[in-house]
């Protein structure tokens, strides 16, 4: 032990002992005071749902007994605002540190930059330490300097950095920082309301939140599932993945110490010649490169969870249609596999990626609602509701990242349901309605003859739901909307507007990406290089930054400053928003203005995707093998 300092740990989404950065370094200078601050308004219109409120409530209480079995209490704080009740704790316990976890979404970003400057301006010395990332997102870039756009590269240049050794050692005992401020039992916290309890009493049969039991399923996953990921991750309705999402969301589970493990599962199989081991281990980090590359996409471009990343979807008409939003979030859209995935997502907040694919896919492309509509309800209704890995997946189906879906590409539910699903059972389990529909027919019901229908109970349009459209005229509508989207984007471009617009399958070096700098003349308000780095809005406005240096990000112009610069209407030099310059660390009413301002995105012309990272999240890409054109 150090010092006699007495430091505030912090604790947000990183609800663990072992591999806890920020708890270990101050457990090793002193005395603690672990706090948890809940404040629901600061939460905004990311306030947690209810599947994912469980969880938390059943962790922190499996936190708040790991603290005391080492000496120290969980102080649980409700609070209108979360800097208030840090000062409340620092005053009562006399503190003179705070340390925390880093986090990278929108609304964090903005709170921890702010609390750090607020602090600091107190002469309260304040830390932050990476424990949610292998790799931070201001440490990754190309042989430019610029921050990657594909995942492929970007994963590649991953793996061929140094990774942080094994974990930290676990704290043995930890002393406690005396202080007397307002507590709140977990149940003050207003976590979980009674009318909620008994559908969350269900999610307990399936679910053990906790970080022991994070680590108990890493264990059991690594040992008995992980040989056989790579053939079994794309069967639904099966463990057939890890289920460690929500885990890892709530931090309850070190990163590194899950890559860790599997890299030395892979060590060993290696020196067996186990192809199908290392090809399995290879996917399930790659799976984890997911994970990192979402924190790397919304860090870097602050603004894509209110906008796509290429700008080619800012003239869609989307079709705001409330109806057909409920039908789809109710699983009454007449087609088994959707309707099967969204009532599973409803009634155990929990859904395999391929069911999120279908859904998500059927919701843009089908109903054409918008994707931020879906992308909300995914929030609301997920158990590892994850702001940057629900905007990954939503952008990466909608056609707005280089290396995701197609926009134009529709899949057939029909025949994703035989290929993912060739039994029924996965319908059968959650579509009672068709438990006796011969699997046939089971995944297009409209098809069958009336005596099979008659003879399995199934009435169309009565039990169960005629389809909500037939899907050759949402192809049709589909690609109408595209050619809409073009078309305005055209006259806007002849009207002067410069941004382009186009279908991201053959040129999306042509849409827009703001080009952003991560290796020279970074600019953070702590002094460490190790430390949270984070853009400002004032650095973009004043060129220079309060300490002298240019700003972190800026676009790729020739000229130093300013970020903004204008363009002349090619597909290379294109001006940039301010917003989407900024990071989430400034406020979000400047994003959005920023959002719906008129001007025009910087073109990165630099950034390649080769052929392995065209498909972002399947290396198989086996529904582009069937897309909607070949059926039949
Ligand atoms: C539209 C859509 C929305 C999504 N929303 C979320 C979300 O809110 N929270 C969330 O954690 N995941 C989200 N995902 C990603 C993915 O579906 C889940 O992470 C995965 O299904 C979790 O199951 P698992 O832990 O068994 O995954 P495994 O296959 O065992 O993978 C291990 C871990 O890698 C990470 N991972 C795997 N796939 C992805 C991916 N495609 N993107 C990012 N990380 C990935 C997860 O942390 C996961 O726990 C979304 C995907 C889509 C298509």
Redesign the pocket.
């Known amino acids: 032990m150090g010092s006699n300092s007495k430091t505030i740990v912090w604790f947000r989404r990183d609800l663990r002992i072992e591999d806890n950065p920020a708890l270990a370094a101050a457990a090793r200078d002193g005395s603690i005071f672990p706090v948890f601050i809940w404040c629901p308004k600061e939460e905004g219109q990311f306030y947690p749902g209810r599947v994912s409120r469980w969880w938390l409530k059943e962790s922190l209480v499996h936190l708040d007994q790991s603290l005391r079995s080492l000496g120290v209490e969980l102080v649980l704080i409700k609070a209108e605002n979360t800097l208030d009740a840090m000062f409340e704790c620092i005053n009562a316990t006399g503190a003179t540190k705070v340390v925390f976890n880093r986090l990278y979404d929108p609304v964090s970003l903005v709170r921890d930059h702010n609390i750090k400057q607020k602090l600091g301006e107190q002469n309260i010395a304040v830390h932050s330490y990476n424990g949610d990332l292998l790799y931070e997102p201001w440490e990754v870039y190309d042989e430019k300097g610029h921050a990657f756009t594909t995942f492929a590269p970007f994963w590649d240049k991953c793996l061929s950095m140094q990774l942080d050794p094994a974990s930290l050692p676990t704290p043995w005992r930890l002393v406690p920082a005396a202080g007397s401020v307002k507590r709140f039992s977990i149940e003050e916290l207003g976590l979980e309301n009674e009318s909620e309890k008994p559908s969350n009493a269900l999610l307990r049969r399936a679910w053990t939140p906790g970080w022991t039991n994070a680590n108990k399923a890493l264990a059991e996953?690594v040992e008995q599932q992980l040989l056989e990921?790579s053939k079994n991750?794309v069967k639904v309705g099966g463990n057939s993945?890890?289920?460690?999402?929500?885990?890892?969301?709530f931090g309850e589970l070190s990163v590194r110490k899950v890559f860790h493990s599997v890299q030395m599962k892979q060590l060993l199989w290696a020196n067996e010649g186990n192809s199908c081991g290392l090809e399995s281990a290879k996917m399930?980090l790659r799976?984890?490169g997911?994970?990192e590359?979402?924190r790397y996409l919304c860090f870097n471009f602050p603004f894509t969870h209110e906008r796509p990343l290429l700008s080619n979807l800012k003239y869609f008409p989307w079709n705001s249609d409330q109806a057909l939003f409920k039908a789809w979030r109710q699983g009454q859209t007449g087609y088994p596999l959707v309707d099967a995935g969204m009532r599973e997502l409803w009634a155990t907040g929990?859904?395999?990626?391929r069911m999120?694919?279908i859904v998500?896919t059927f919701c843009v492309k089908v109903l054409l609602l918008p994707w931020r509509w879906?992308?909300k309800y995914?929030?609301d209704t997920?158990l590892?509701?994850?702001?940057e890995?629900?905007i990954?997946?939503?952008q990466?189906?909608s056609g707005s990242l280089p290396d995701g879906h197609d926009l134009h590409r529709l899949d057939d539910p029909e025949l994703q349901g035989s290929k993912y699903d060739p039994e029924g059972d996965y319908i059968r389990q959650w579509l009672p309605e068709l438990a006796r529909m011969p699997t046939e027919w089971i995944h297009h019901p409209w098809d069958a003859p009336a005596s099979v229908l008659k003879s399995a109970g199934v009435e169309l349009g009565f039990n169960y739901s005629k389809p909500i459209i037939d899907i050759e005229k949402a192809q049709e509508k589909l690609i109408e909307a595209i050619c809409l989207m073009q078309g305005k984007a055209g006259a806007a471009e002849t009207n002067g507007n410069s941004e382009v617009v186009v279908d991201n399958s053959e040129n999306f070096r042509k849409s827009s990406i703001p080009k952003v700098i991560l290796k020279e003349n970074p600019t953070c308000v702590s002094a460490s290089s190790r430390d949270q780095r984070v853009p400002s809005m004032q650095n973009l406005n004043n060129n220079v930054s309060p300490n002298g240096k240019r700003p972190r990000v800026s676009i790729e112009d020739g000229t130093p400053e300013p970020n903004v610069k204008a363009c002349n209407g090619n597909t290379e030099a294109i001006s940039v928003r301010e917003a989407d310059l900024c990071s989430t660390a400034d406020s979000s009413s400047a994003k959005r203005q920023a959002t719906s301002s008129s001007s025009s995105l910087c073109v990165p012309h630099t950034y390649s995707v080769s052929s392995k990272g065209k498909d972002?999240?399947n290396c198989e890409s086996s529904d582009a093998k069937h897309p909607w054109k070949e059926r039949g």
């Not at 929990?350 to 990626?353: D, R, V, Y």
């Open positions: 996953f990921y991750r993945t890890s289920l460690l999402s929500p885990y890892l969301h399930f799976a984890i997911f994970r590359y979402s929990w859904t395999h990626n999120r694919v998500a879906g992308m995914f929030w997920l590892d509701a994850d702001l890995c629900d990954l997946g939503w990466y189906i972002l999240f």
